[in-house]
T-cell receptor
Framework: QQQVKQSPQSLIVQKGGISIINCAYENTAFDYFPWYQQFPGKGPALLIAIRPDVSEKKEGRFTISFNKSAKQFSLHIMDSQPGDSATYFCAASSSGGSYIPTFGRGTSLIVHP | EPEVTQTPSHQVTQMGQEVILRCVPISNHLYFYWYRQILGQKVEFLVSFYNNEISEKSEIFDDQFSVERPDGSNFTLKIRSTKLEDSAMYFC????????????FGAGSRLTVL
């Protein structure tokens, strides 16, 4: 019930391409869906987040698409750059519960120059 | 920019030994967390701490684990008798909740149990 399933585990794209990472959740009480970005040697840092009252949120080259009925959300990185190479984690939490985020497994993204 | 500081960055210990991982959360944050990540696996919640007591803990956080905030700034995770399967990256995080619980993570402490 508390799981957040993330795919793919690793992703390689060319510079300028689109990176897409998908997540699915089961708990319908989740109402906050952040994405965290982690560079080697650093802790995860909040990248972008969405609430289920909207289907899409865009910040620069990063877009979250949210499908409430399918209980899925995805991160799209447009015009991917080598500097985007990192591990990306999706997460979900419930404002009506403990607030504590449940994380996905993570996706290692490599963007080739 | 304020950050969460963790020490040590890497610790190697023998099975059965006690380990203390230390964290300095962001000064005006009120909630503190420990997560762990076994290599190649998901980031797993261990425990949250608020108002000088555990507010929530997972099944992983059994009797061999303990947390405390000994001096109002440090937040520690103690593993009393380490096992091989405790080898993981341990992340400390803190937050100032208010609608959206945005966690600020430290860089992690890698624990290797031999």
């Amino acid at each position: 019930q508390q799981q957040v399933k993330q795919s793919p585990q690793s992703l390689i794209v060319q510079k300028g391409g689109i990176s897409i990472i998908n997540c699915a959740y089961e708990n319908t009480a989740f109402d906050y869906f952040p994405w965290y970005q982690q560079f080697p040697g650093k802790g995860p840092a909040l990248l972008i987040a969405i609430r289920p009252d909207v289907s899409e949120k865009k910040e620069g080259r990063f877009t979250i698409s949210f499908n409430k009925s399918a209980k899925q959300f995805s991160l799209h990185i447009m015009d991917s750059q080598p500097g985007d190479s990192a591990t990306y984690f999706c997460a979900a939490s419930s404002s009506g519960g403990s607030y504590i985020p449940t994380f996905g497994r993570g996706t290692s993204l490599i963007v080739h120059p | 920019e304020p950050e969460v500081t963790q020490t040590p960055s890497h610790q190697v210990t023998q099975m059965g030994q006690e380990v203390i991982l230390r964290c300095v959360p962001i000064s005006n944050h009120l909630y503190f967390y420990w997560y762990r990540q076994i290599l190649g696996q998901k980031v797993e919640f261990l425990v949250s701490f608020y108002n000088n007591e555990i507010s929530e803990k997972s099944e992983i956080f059994d009797d061999q684990f303990s947390v405390e905030r000994p001096d109002g700034s440090n937040f520690t995770l103690k593993i009393r008798s380490t096992k091989l399967e405790d080898s993981a990256m341990y992340f400390c995080a803190s937050s100032q909740p208010g609608g959206a619980n945005v966690l600020t993570f430290g860089a992690g402490s890698r624990l290797t149990v031999l």
